[in-house]
């Protein structure tokens, strides 16, 4: 049920701030604002990049240091990071939908809310 009401969730955000958003299989929704360069991170890769994280409501609940990138292994962050971030090339920035069965679910870290959607801004520096 999380998953049918995360869509509803993620469809009224978009059609509220007029966005247009493509839709991975897995559900996550997409929109790209610079594609950045043909070659994509994966899984392997340890990557560099800004982001903002927030909730439908528009509450931030974490973002990176804009004078310094954060960076990880993409293998060790959340599966809608797994599959999300690897639909940038490098220098590209866009926004990620991702629904709470591809973050945290029903059993959150301390700030995040339980079954919340999870809206990231990206931009890919490097990887």
Known sequence: MVDI????????????????????????????????TRKKPTIKDTVKCHYKGYFTNGNKFDSSDRRKPAK?????????????????????????????????????PGGILADAVMIFDIELVDF
Request: glycine fraction near 14%; avoid cysteine; charged fraction near 20%.
């Open 5 to 36: 009401i995360n869509q509803d969730e993620i469809e009224a955000y978009l059609e509220e701030h007029n966005l247009t958003a493509e839709k991975t299989e897995s559900g996550i929704h997409y929109i790209i604002v610079e594609e950045g």
């Open 72 to 108: 990880f292994r993409l293998s060790q962050v959340i599966q809608g990071w797994q599959e999300g971030i690897p639909l940038f090339g490098k220098g590209g920035k866009g926004t990620l939908l991702i629904p709470s069965k591809l973050a945290y679910g029903s059993n959150p």
